[in-house]
């Protein structure tokens, strides 16, 4: 049995677990794995480079066994994807408690991890591929939407309309890129020296056209930009190569960032090297291949320099290509900011994040349902009911249905109880699981993104990831995850997710309360922590609780 094989979470009401709160995590596992959502699913890849669901093929065996026999108070404890322990808790503890990929601070380093997994006891569990929540590109699409819709607030006058955005990597998170450029009336020329990762993109409908080369592109571009048409193109190369081309040509590009898997240097394709043979080069000769894909992220991103300083605005989109470029030597690597501290932090100071959940019936219709539901609840909220309503029409579900949106202190709640009502009264054909990406307010340290440049300072603290989980755990998470790494690579994050199941109870309505307030209340609390006025007031208007300021 233990060996590569498709995989599709099951649709519908019978379960084939003990309760719904198993039935979600085995049908999240398998949906993580199933080909529409996965990147290299016969690799237990979900995304982000080597962001596996389950170490191996007898792990994810033993997962989906345990599951299926888990009692309602008990709980199977997960280490870097391998079941092992299952231990008697209480109903309001957690089904699953996953901790992925963590290293004690001394010996996280990519060489050490790799040195562990080869022995066949870690594995990389990036952020929602090791917890069991990814949606597909959807997940991140809303995120880059709600980015470049900031960009362009700050810069263009609240429209991408007449602007060209260069950037690289269409895989499972970089792939959201042209879409979200569009949405926002821009055009885009998008890099990956990956064929299937352009044909593939274009087929879910992220992207809109494929150039023959770097000069059709940018005719492509220009004439889509003058006629002020949102337009995404993608071009087959090497961003190391094809980004300083652009900008030796003077390219008029507005916008440059850049989604490559430089996090992981085994994933960044040097140049010189063909895409071909990259994974075997990447296997054989590990330490060359990290020196030379160094070395190209340095010419990749002294381009980017390059044009910033002819203008544009460049900015870091949370893959660690400025301190991989700066590794190489490249000095001017942190001449550009990173996405949050230009664009996400006040968002963060309001409890918002990436809220997302998914339908196990496996009907679209159920998503439909919730989508008016949101509507509903937050009507004052233009963007948020532009961003459903474009949604609704323009993603391709992969996999179980789902949805996304940014949500703050105050309102997951109310959607998540509003989510289990429409459970309980029949109007939603099964139950709805309610998660969220690692990347969230209160939920993460990780000094090259989500926490880069804090107003005191506090970007490697890393007890906040740690209280966060714990909270969630105190609180009636179904599953509960602590990862090292997600994103940024190992040694430079620590970050922890939720994930908690509507079953139409009033249990789950109880549970959803508190870990739909507290969770939140995290990022609220963090960023009052570090000094932030936007979180003071916002603590101060909702009621959030702050010892240090009831003196
Ligand atoms: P992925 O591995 O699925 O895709 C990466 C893509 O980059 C691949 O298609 C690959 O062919 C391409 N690529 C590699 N080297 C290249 C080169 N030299 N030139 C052109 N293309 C090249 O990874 P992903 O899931 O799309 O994630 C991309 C990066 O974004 C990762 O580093 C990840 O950690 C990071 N990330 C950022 C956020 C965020 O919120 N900003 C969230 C999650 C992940």
Redesign the pocket.
Known sequence: MSGPRPVRAPRGTELSTRGWQQEAALRMLQNNLDPEVA?HPDKLVV???TGKAARDWRSFDAMVRTLQTLKQDETMLVQSGRPVGVMQTHEWAPRVLIANSNLVGDWANWEEFRRLEALGLTMYG??TAGSWIYIGTQG?LQ?TYETFSAVAAKKFGGTLAGTITLT????????AQPLAVTMNDGVAIC????PR?IERRIEHRYLDVKADSLDHALQLAVEARDARRPLSIGVL????ELVPQLLAMNAPIDIVTD??????PL????VGVS?DEMATYAAEKPADFTTRARE?MAR?VEAMVGFQDAGAEVFD????IRGEAQLAGYTRAFDFPG?VPAYIRPLFCEGKGPFRWAALSGDPKDIAATDRAILDLFPENESLARWIKMAGERVHFQGLPARICWLGYGERDRAGERFNDMVASGELSAPIVIGRDH?DCGSVASPY?ETEAMLDGSDAIADWPLLNAMVNVASGASWVSLHHG???GMGRSIHAGQVTVADGTALAGEKIRRVLTNDPGMGVIRHVDAGYDIADSVAEDRGVRIPMREE
Do not use: K, W
């Open positions: 990147e995304y982000g480079g990036q952020m991140i995120g690289a990597g269409l895989g499972g998170m970089g792939g890099i990956d020296c990956d990762a190369g090497n961003a190391a989604q490559t898997s430089a996090h992981d994933a960044y394709l040097p895409f190209s990749h989109y949370g893959n660690s996405f990347l993104r997600g994103g940024v």
